[in-house]
């Protein structure tokens, strides 16, 4: 039995791309498999091959994967494993200190199963920009309502109420599309994902009008629902440009340098994604809610405004989130350990005494 880190997927590859691309003479009843055990970072995975055939050498990866008569992987050769069979490991894999392999008669017909855990199918753009759209729509419509609801009732809604309203409607859409549109929600997040080339470029023009339709279609429901208190829902500031502008890019600032710790490093644990993103969206309404609406979206803005025909110091709204928002990517970018680094960190931790 040997111990070699191979990728989830080959283990299963490798076994059919050589049984298709090489014949087999079963004249016998029996014939001898090989088999490798091999320990991945998540799961232990099998690969089976039939050791006559051991001794040829596969042929490269075809440019398209699934060529037929040809392997999905290619760059394997053959290495002895004491005396007992032959055994193959990827080339790139030859510092591996791989062990004996055991040998099997199996009979014809009998072939063991492999089982593998195969990466999922890439998620078409129509379905991630659907879910980014109802995604958007669940926010607009709940963080909208709440302040809404708040101006309709005099104040019993609260700032806490909002703000809670809010955050959680951020939690549940993230928990519940993050898989599937990576739950943007927000113009200035998606800008700030492809500034950092964590996100196509291509894609972010259907991103937004997906982003900016929810917002309208959000904030037209809740005029017919609510009506004539949709200015409510609007965000507009209770004093200068100047403070707004300012409140704006800071709040922006402090929700995307989150989004990117949680969202694009590794070492953060990603299912608690949405609620340190909502954390941070309550945090940033206490703090600036009562002085400027706290938008942090240029289209949690922009719905409400066009429904209401209210447009008052909306370039602030549309501008000062981007800016805030690509200034906190790109700090939390500049801050983390590069991967480098945190391979000298684990490294020097591994080797430290005691």
Known sequence: MSHCPLQKAETVFFFLSSCLSHSLQLSTTNFPFSLFYCDSTSQPHSIIYPSSIVNEEIPSAPTTPGTPGEPLFGGFKSEKSNGNGYGRK???????????????????????????????????????????FIGTLILMFAGTAAAIVNQKTQGAETLIGCAGTTGLAVMVVI???????????????????????????????????????????????????????????VTVPSGGYGQAFSLEFIISFNLMFVVTAVATDTRAVGELAGIAVGATVMLNILIAGPAIGASMNPVRTLGPAI????????????????????????????????DEQEEEAKATTSSAPG
């Open 90 to 132: 990827k080339s790139i894999l030859n510092k591996c200190k791989c062990f004996s392999v055991e040998e099997w008669n199996v009979e014809e017909g009998a072939l063991p199963t492999v089982s593998c855990s195969l990466p999922p199918p890439p998620i078409p753009l129509a379905r991630k920009v659907g879910a980014e």
């Open 175 to 233: 928990l519940s599309t993050g898989h599937i549109s990576g739950a943007h929600l927000n113009p200035a997040v998606t800008i700030s994902f492809a500034a950092l080339k964590h996100f196509p470029w291509k894609h972010v023009p259907v991103y937004i009008g997906a982003q900016i339709m929810a917002s309208i279609c959000a904030a037209f429901a809740l005029k017919g629902i609510f009506h004539p208190f949709m200015d409510g829902g």
């Open 307 to 338: 429904a209401a025909n209210n447009y008052r110091a909306i370039w602030v709204y549309l501008i000062a989130p981007i800016l805030g928002a690509l200034s906190g990517a790109g700090t939390y970018t500049l801050v983390k350990l590069s």
